[in-house]
């Protein structure tokens, strides 16, 4: 018998031993957990938004949740993000509970949240410099990390402009930019392509594959089931507030497109009814 063989039998008989290894298949697994969502439920008065919710995220996976509208997309990214308190269940960002200690997992997450509030009287530079200071981060990182976010996001341009003149599609590029100025490791992004343009779109999917590539996780929403399809290894489907179909991308859709898929799953209508004075074809 070789000596690891004879260490392995040892450990094997040695209780000690065992629940060390025990410990250590734990922590491993806990390791590969980003995101961790147990009984998630949020209610709004008489309407419960999110319904007991139980979802895991591995860690350097690149997730998106779909669903219709009003199925509860955005108030589980804002319980996810420390935004919104949950009415029970729990969160756990990288092992942490995030409403245990909220300050310490928003350290860990950038948020970019369905109606984000900017600073409109600071130029997209200064903005930037702002979050980077508010985050704790030195003079020279957030000078450094600035200058890189602008490029990386393409924001050259308009770096030098106010917030107040940026269109949409450019405060969300800005706000996207922000969220990574601090090196989160979870990144939680509401409809993080709404309003852009299909180059920056470009842009934004390079950024974020750099992002998981390097260990990081995103965690998105959107309605683009095309953008869906093309960027996430892992998709969740929402509907009325309640998780109803998630796995890995072929799991999800099988035979179809995502798009039919989630059609089939959401059984909209396929035609719109009681319309039908809508027609200007004979006048
Ligand atoms: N602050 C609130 N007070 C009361 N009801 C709310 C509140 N926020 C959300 N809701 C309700 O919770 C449900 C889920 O809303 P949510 O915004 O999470 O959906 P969503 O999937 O993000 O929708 P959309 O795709 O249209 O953005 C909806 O019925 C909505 O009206």
């Given at each position: 018998m070789s000596t690891e063989a004879e260490s392995q039998q040892v450990d094997a008989a040695d209780p000690a031993a065992t629940e060390v290894a025990a410990k250590d298949d734990i922590e491993a697994t806990t390791d590969d957990v980003a995101l961790r969502l147990d009984g998630l439920t949020k209610r709004f008065g008489r309407t419960t938004?999110?319904?007991d919710i139980t979802y895991t995220v591995e860690r350097g996976s690149f997730s998106g949740i779909v669903g219709p509208n009003g199925a509860g997309k955005t108030t589980t990214l804002s319980m996810i993000s420390g935004l919104l308190p949950p009415s029970s269940g729990s969160v756990e960002v990288l092992g942490d509970d995030v409403w245990r200690d909220r300050q310490g997992a928003q350290k860990r997450i950038g948020t970019l949240p369905d109606r984000l509030r900017m600073f409109?009287?600071?130029t997209g530079a200064q903005y930037l410099s702002y979050v980077g200071s508010i985050r704790g981060l030195s003079k020279s990182e957030v000078l450094e990390r600035t200058e890189n976010l602008v490029d990386a996001f393409d924001l050259r341009d308009n770096?030098?402009?106010?917030?107040?003149?940026?269109s949409s599609g450019l405060r969300k590029k800005l706000g996207l930019a922000a969220t990574l100025i601090h090196n989160p490791e979870l990144l939680v992004l509401d409809?993080?392509?709404?309003?852009?343009d299909p180059v920056s779109a470009g842009t934004i999917v390079e950024v974020l594959e750099t992002f998981t590539s390097r260990g990081g996780t995103v965690l998105l929403s959107s309605h683009s089931m095309d953008f869906v399809q093309r960027v996430c290894d892992h998709i969740a489907v929402i509907v009325d507030g309640e998780l109803i179909a998630e796995g890995d991308l072929d799991e999800v859709r099988g035979e179809l497109t995502l798009e039919e898929r989630f059609r089939r799953i959401v059984r909209g209508p396929e035609e719109s009814e009681g319309l039908d004075w809508l027609d200007i074809s004979f006048r």
């Open positions: 938004a999110v319904k409109e009287q600071l770096v030098n402009r106010l917030v107040v003149d940026y409809e993080p392509l709404d309003a852009i």
